[in-house]
C-alpha cells in the first residue's frame, strides 16, 4: 500500500521560507515513475494545484506562485520537496503532496491517485 507522509509546515511571517518534504512509503519502484504534485486547500476554498513534477524533472507551477516555489524530489530517498520562498499571507493553508501514473505535469486533484495526510503551513502578516 502506497503512503505518503507530508512534513515541513509550520507558522512564518510573510517574506520568509519554508521547505515541505513528501516521503512516500510502500512504493515498489522509484517516484521518477509517477508524476508528483504539492496542492494546498485553504479554509473554504478547493484544493488547487500549487506545482507538479515529472520524469525528466519536467515540472509545472501554479501562476500564484511561480518564481516563489520550486518542486523537486530525490528518487534514492523517494522523496519530494517543495521549497517555498516569499511566503505571503495568502500562501496559508493544508498543503498535500499526491502521486499519479503517467508521465505529466497535472495540476488537477482528481488526476491524482495517491494522498498524503497534509501539513498546515501559516503565514502571518
Known amino acids: 500500500q502506497v503512503q505518503l507522509v507530508e512534513s515541513g509546515g509550520g507558522s512564518v511571517q510573510a517574506g520568509g521560507s519554508l521547505r515541505l518534504s513528501c516521503a512516500v512509503f510502500?512504493?515498489?519502484?522509484?517516484?521518477?515513475?509517477?508524476?508528483m504534485g504539492w496542492f494546498r486547500q485553504a479554509p473554504g476554498k478547493e484544493r488547487e494545484g500549487v506545482a507538479s513534477?515529472?520524469?525528466?524533472?519536467?515540472?509545472k507551477y501554479a501562476d500564484s506562485v511561480k518564481g516563489r516555489f520550486t518542486i523537486s524530489q530525490d528518487n534514492a530517498k523517494n522523496t519530494l520537496y517543495l521549497q517555498m520562498n516569499s511566503l505571503k499571507p495568502e500562501d496559508t493553508a493544508i498543503y498535500y503532496c499526491?502521486?499519479?501514473?503517467?508521465?505529466?505535469?497535472?495540476?488537477?486533484?482528481?488526476?491524482?491517485?495517491?494522498w498524503g495526510q497534509g501539513t498546515q503551513v501559516t503565514v502571518s502578516s
Open positions: 510502500g512504493y515498489t519502484y522509484s517516484i521518477n515513475s509517477m508524476s
Open positions: 513534477i515529472t520524469i525528466g524533472d519536467n515540472t
Open positions: 499526491a502521486g499519479r501514473f503517467g508521465f505529466a505535469t497535472i495540476l488537477e486533484p482528481n488526476r491524482y491517485n495517491y
